[in-house]
């Protein structure tokens, strides 16, 4: 069967010093990666621990915490919920070594400067070893990929597998070894085991076969690669089955199937290509346009493994801000392709008019100014041929402003301003770990706590090891998530006693007022009493800072 023709690396002319061979491989490899590497690992590490967990940092670390045998998160994080445990698994092995937050973020960490590695690894697989390195400088600096690395979400290692994947698959089209296929379905069979949304890259891998015969796997390689992926993933159901949780988990897919829908349609489009930065979905664009006359299927890779999840996201009710971030190397590859490989004929016409134009800026200096030798520059201009400036010199330039023009919102991403809106996924809660400790620190240990909704909740449970109750969860099962407990009567365990400490939250308060009103009408029913208030620092219009109250704990009595 044919192979498409992709890049080899070329190895060093017979005869060269192996010395000489070392030293031009590490300036013209090891030197980049390494800064650029350095670079990734900066903008994930720095001031990792400065923000406590958000709601979903909270689930997966209670879960891991509770797999390392953590009795009291035990009771209050369930080990099987809606996804699969390969990732939490791995970080339940550092809360046995005495982690906590700021370990459980350096996994996530470590795996995010890890796909920087994986992404120039494809993309020098795919088109060689210049867009190989641009697309992990691309990747190094990009919010979206910065901001969701520095949280304890799945998106992160799934994204990491999946790109392995890829990186596998992009060598079986250039090779078509049997031992590469393999390897990469059972990288993929891994993904789904760190989230189950991976399956949806299948369909992807699907349309390239279909549409690109060429590339397309025997009968039995097909057979064999989709068995491999298939046992792989199958560790999930059969630890379900063997738990005893299968009813657990089909309650977990009836509420997938049946919630609401929590954004718009245009959510991904108004939120993920700022994120990822215009100037890259931009020129990933402009390439496939600009470069379709040279486009094969290596470009139907990278589209088709893209395009099948952002398409079922969309249609997917529930759409995370982090979702796409399996998409983020792709866009990364396809827009270093571009800004490489397109040849635009304006910046050759710059660079013979660049004389000119410096005389003609010149003759426009007042006469008082042009006395003495200035005034002799622009008859020396006019003896001096145009310079020609190297076409490398300028792709570097454009190179280096778009990977600046992602620095700027990276930096906001990881040193964000203070503000009393959140969106879930973006990063960690503010006040939310400092709330928490209180409540361990000075509540009863029988207390039990009320919150507007499930994602406080998390974080009085994680770091308040508190039971917490959402206000706002709903009764009916197919509208809830299974493992969160609503209140049937909140008047009635109000009067029983049952809920001692009503906690309000601005972040979730800005997003259901109507639960935030009704939180604060039970707080004046019976009797609240201010017992702890958070604040954090805002900049107002005007220039100056006030302190903005974000949590508040109330003492409520019957």
């Not at 920087?116 to 990009?142: D, S, T």
Request: glycine share 8%; charged share 15%.
């Amino acid at each position: 069967m044919t192979r498409v023709a992709l890049p080899v690396a070329t190895a060093p002319r017979e005869g060269a010093p192996p010395s000489g061979a070392r030293t031009r491989w590490w300036l013209r490899t090891g030197l980049p990666v390494t800064a650029i590497i350095g670079v990734a690992t900066f903008m994930r590490f720095w001031q990792l621990a400065a923000i406590g967990f958000n709601s979903d940092e909270a689930v997966y670390a209670g879960t891991a915490a509770a797999i390392a045998g953590d009795g009291t998160l035990r009771t209050m994080f369930p080990v099987f919920r809606a996804h699969p445990l390969l990732f939490q698994s791995t970080l339940s092995l550092l809360y046995r070594l005495g982690g906590g937050d700021v370990a459980a973020r350096l996994l996530v960490a470590v795996l995010g400067v890890a796909t920087i590695g994986v992404v120039y690894l494809l993309g020098r697989v795919l088109y060689g070893r210049r867009i190989g390195l641009v697309a992990a400088l691309l990747l190094a600096v990009m919010p979206y990929h910065v901001g969701v690395s520095r949280q304890v979400l799945l998106d992160v290692p799934l994204t990491f597998m999946a790109t392995t994947a890829l990186y596998f698959l992009a060598r079986y089209c250039r090779d078509g070894g049997l031992r590469t296929l393999l390897t990469a379905a059972a990288v993929l069979g891994g993904a789904v085991l760190t989230k189950e949304t991976a399956i949806v890259l299948v369909p992807g891998v699907a349309a390239l076969w279909v549409l690109h015969p060429v590339l397309r796997p025997g009968p039995w390689p097909t057979l064999l690669a989709a068995g491999v992926t298939g046992v792989v993933a199958a560790v999930l159901p059969i630890s379900l089955a063997l738990s005893g949780r299968t009813s657990t988990g089909q309650s977990y897919v009836a509420w997938q199937l049946f919630r609401r829908s929590n954004h718009t349609a245009l959510f991904y489009a108004e939120v993920v290509p700022p994120a990822m930065g215009l100037a890259v979905v931009g020129a990933a664009a402009l390439g496939l346009w600009v470069l379709r006359p040279t486009s094969s299927c290596r470009e139907g890779l990278l589209a088709y493994w893209a395009l099948s999840p952002l398409l079922f996201f969309e249609i997917w009710p529930v759409k995370g801000y982090q979702y796409l971030l399996v998409a983020a190397p792709v866009a990364a590859v396809l827009a270093a392709r571009a800004l490489v490989e397109i040849r635009v004929p304006l910046p050759g016409l710059l660079r013979r008019m660049s004389p000119w134009l410096l005389r003609t800026w010149l003759r426009r200096v007042p006469r008082s100014l042009r006395q003495g030798r200035v005034g002799r520059v622009p008859q020396w201009l006019g003896a001096v041929r145009p310079v020609r400036v190297p076409r490398g010199s300028i792709r570097a330039v454009v190179v280096a402003a778009v990977a600046a023009s992602l620095v700027v919102p990276s930096w906001r991403t990881v040193d964000p301003a203070p503000t009393t809106t959140f969106l879930a996924g973006s990063g960690g809660l503010p006040a939310g770990r400092e709330t928490g400790r209180w409540i361990d620190a000075n509540l009863p240990l029988g207390a039990t706590v009320m919150t507007i909704g499930p994602s406080e909740a998390n974080i009085v449970r994680f770091y308040g090891h508190r039971p917490a109750l959402g206000l706002s969860i709903s009764p009916n099962p197919l509208s809830r998530n299974p493992s969160y407990e609503p209140i049937d009567n909140p008047d009635r365990e109000l009067r029983r006693g049952a809920i001692q400490y009503v906690v309000w939250d601005a972040f979730t308060a800005s997003r259901t007022p109507f639960f935030a009103a009704r939180l604060q009408h039970y707080v004046d029913k019976y009797h609240g009493i201010v017992v702890h208030t958070e604040t954090i620092t805002i900049r107002l219009g005007d220039g100056s800072e006030a302190e903005e109250p974000v949590m508040t704990v109330y003492e409520v009595r019957p």
